[in-house]
T-cell receptor, first 112, second 113 residues
Framework: SAVISQKPSRDICQRGTSLTIQCQVD?????MFWYRQQPGQSLTLIAT?????????ESGFVIDKFPISRPNLTFSTLTVSNMSPEDSSIYLC?????????FGPGTRLLVL | AQSVTQLDSQVPVFEEAPVELRCNYS??????LFWYVQYPNQGLQLLLK??????LVKGINGFEAEFNKSQTSFHLRKPSVHISDTAEYFC???????????FGTGTRLKVLA
């Protein structure tokens, strides 16, 4: 299975600022996904990122708030823009291999 | 539309006892089924998956699950748990032919000494 890393692993940010989260995979993958896991909650899909095309956002998530880049088959970024305390969550990237999703370690974000 | 129900939000169990974590899903089409484990302050790790074939699936760390199509269930079992199994367990359903997963709300397994 793919080995996935994320940077940063955690951060504390001030409201109104933005944070860019990086996701690196050790092999080329077509589909990458970004999820949010709010405190004590399950995972919610934010968007799907395919290389060479615009990200596809789920209901309730918009590009202005969560811009995503996918410059190549092993890398993606998610930016959380104009943050508020409600954005405090774990953000996870995942990739699909063999009809299975594998997850990165997550980025723990606290917005003050 | 698909949905996943994990009825038990918390399951306390003594060390070396058996455990079953329940997962039921609803879907009108063929599905893939998954169990993931999340240890404190970590990401999700795949425990096991059902894509096709044998309905009894064995995973890592001694866990297994059985796909029951008639009852639309995919319960996770372990015959003897360890303290190190303390974690959050998520059941997920994926619709065949798509990439989207629906996750359950999770079950917190707490193994007691």
């Amino acid at each position: 299975s793919a080995v996935i890393s994320q940077k940063p692993s955690r951060d504390i940010c001030q409201r109104g600022t933005s944070l860019t989260i990086q996701c690196q995979v050790d092999s080329q993958v077509t589909m990458m996904f970004w999820y949010r896991q709010q405190p004590g909650q399950s995972l919610t899909l934010i968007a799907t990122a395919n290389q060479g095309s615009e990200a596809t956002y789920e209901s309730g998530f918009v590009i202005d708030k969560f811009p995503i880049s996918r410059p190549n088959l092993t890398f993606s970024t998610l930016t959380v823009s104009n943050m508020s305390p409600e954005d405090s969550s774990i953000y996870l990237c995942s990739v699909e291999q063999g009809e299975t999703q594998y997850f990165g370690p997550g980025t723990r974000l606290l917005v003050l | 539309a698909q949905s996943v129900t994990q009825l038990d939000s918390q399951v306390p169990v003594f060390e070396e006892a058996p455990v079953e974590l329940r997962c039921n899903y609803s879907s009108s089409v063929s599905v893939y089924l998954f169990w993931y484990v999340q240890y404190p302050n970590q990401g999700l790790q795949l425990l096991l998956k059902y894509l096709s074939g044998s309905t009894l699936v064995k995973g890592i760390n001694g866990f297994e699950a059985e796909f029951n199509k008639s009852q639309t269930s995919f319960h996770l079992r372990k015959p003897s748990v360890h303290i190190s199994d303390t974690a959050e367990y998520f059941c997920a359903v994926g619709k065949k032919g798509t990439y989207k997963y629906i996750f359950g709300t999770g079950t917190r397994l707490k193994v007691l000494a």
